[in-house]
């Protein structure tokens, strides 16, 4: 049976799927092709269910909830850190209300948690690995970078506005839940739960292979050398992502809720945990 995954071309999601990607564990009846992609298109292909396994924003997991179930694994989780608003000049977040911000899509999660944040902005969608950019041009008037940005930013003369993992931590008390892998509903609950738990092996492997998967990650570790793919990997790739567990679920929940009661999202969600 032929499983399309769906995942960023990202040191993390490298490190996640390496095993599943290059034969290293058995998938008996199952085959796996991968689709890299940057996460804000994979979070429009969930809203057409092209994908049977896809990584999602937790924020774009909301439009898709009777579409796709959560897996268990799988998750990228803001553990007091998260994705980051730069500048050219230092500043403080409430500095930017009304203003222009480069946003890497707003399905994402890091685009809800700034709304949350901060209300009220003009966002201009750009491209992820072009926000930096972007920003230290002045097109905006500032940016909000996720993934390996967050180490990187600094070599364009920006400085941090504001951490939004940090910031949610002191909001709730919880880590920021980012991404997860959602399952197709339609494939049925065998194979929902069997896929799944091909993912968490996957995932178990390149903990346990750490440099062997960091190895294969490393070609996606735009501008990062093996050092800092290796901290950046650390950052997403954890205990949180073998299983969301009590709390992370909690986070979750909680997410949403606010995103519901803030009316970003149209509708309560709830949450379904497969494996």
Same mark, same amino acid.
């Given at each position: 049976?032929?499983?399309?995954?769906?995942?960023?071309?990202?040191?993390?999601?490298?490190?996640?799927?390496?095993?599943?990607?290059?034969?290293?564990?058995?998938?008996?009846?199952?085959?796996?092709?991968?689709?890299?992609?940057?996460?804000?298109?994979?979070?429009?292909?969930?809203?057409?269910?092209?994908?049977?396994?896809?990584?999602?924003?937790?924020?774009?997991?909301?439009?898709?909830?009777?579409?796709?179930?959560?897996?268990?694994?799988?998750?990228?989780?803001?553990?007091?850190?998260?994705?980051? =608003?730069?500048?050219?000049?230092?500043?403080?977040?409430?500095?930017?209300?009304?203003?222009?911000?480069?946003?890497?899509?707003?399905?994402?999660?890091?685009?809800?948690?700034?709304?949350?944040?901060?209300?009220?902005?003009?966002?201009?969608?750009?491209?992820?690995?072009?926000?930096?950019? *972007?920003?230290?041009?002045?097109?905006?008037?500032?940016?909000?970078?996720?993934?390996?940005?967050?180490?990187?930013?600094?070599?364009?003369?920006?400085?941090?506005?504001?951490?939004?993992?940090?910031?949610?931590?002191?909001?709730?008390?919880?880590?920021?839940?980012?991404?997860?892998?959602?399952?197709?509903?339609?494939?049925?609950?065998?194979?929902?739960?069997?896929?799944?738990?091909?993912?968490?092996?996957?995932?178990?492997?390149?903990?346990?292979?750490?440099?062997?998967?960091?190895?294969?990650?490393?070609?996606?570790?735009?501008?990062?050398?093996?050092?800092?793919?290796?901290?950046?990997?650390?950052?997403? =790739?954890?205990?949180?992502?073998?299983?969301?567990?009590?709390?992370?679920?909690?986070?979750?929940? *909680?997410?949403?809720?606010?995103?519901?009661?803030?009316?970003?999202?149209?509708?309560?969600?709830?949450?379904?945990?497969?494996?």
């Amino acid at each position: 049976m032929l499983i399309r995954v769906g995942h960023s071309p990202d040191p993390d999601d490298a490190f996640m799927f390496h095993a599943l990607a290059n034969g290293k564990i058995e998938t008996g009846p199952y085959q796996f092709t991968h689709e890299l992609q940057d996460i804000e298109t994979l979070n429009q292909r969930a809203l057409r269910g092209e994908l049977e396994l896809t990584a999602v924003s937790l924020h774009g997991y909301a439009f898709v909830a009777d579409r796709y179930a959560l897996c268990a694994c799988g998750c990228s989780m803001g553990d007091n850190y998260g994705p980051m =608003v730069v500048a050219r000049q230092p500043g403080s977040l409430g500095d930017y209300r009304g203003r222009r911000i480069a946003v890497p899509g707003t399905l994402t999660t890091a685009y809800l948690a700034l709304r949350l944040a901060l209300p009220e902005f003009e966002p201009v969608v750009i491209p992820f690995d072009e926000i930096l950019t *972007v920003t230290a041009s002045g097109a905006v008037d500032a940016g909000l970078i996720i993934h390996e940005g967050q180490l990187t930013y600094h070599r364009q003369g920006l400085h941090l506005i504001a951490d939004l993992g940090r910031w949610w931590q002191q909001e709730t008390g919880l880590p920021l839940p980012l991404g997860g892998n959602a399952i197709r509903r339609d494939l049925g609950p065998r194979v929902m739960q069997e896929v799944t738990a091909l993912l968490k092996q996957s995932i178990q492997y390149a903990l346990d292979h750490r440099q062997e998967a960091l190895d294969h990650a490393l070609q996606y570790g735009r501008d990062l050398d093996r050092g800092q793919a290796d901290r950046f990997v650390g950052m997403y =790739v954890n205990d949180w992502t073998l299983d969301f567990g009590p709390r992370g679920r909690e986070a979750v929940r *909680v997410l949403l809720q606010r995103a519901y009661e803030a009316r970003f999202i149209p509708r309560p969600v709830t949450l379904e945990f497969v494996g």
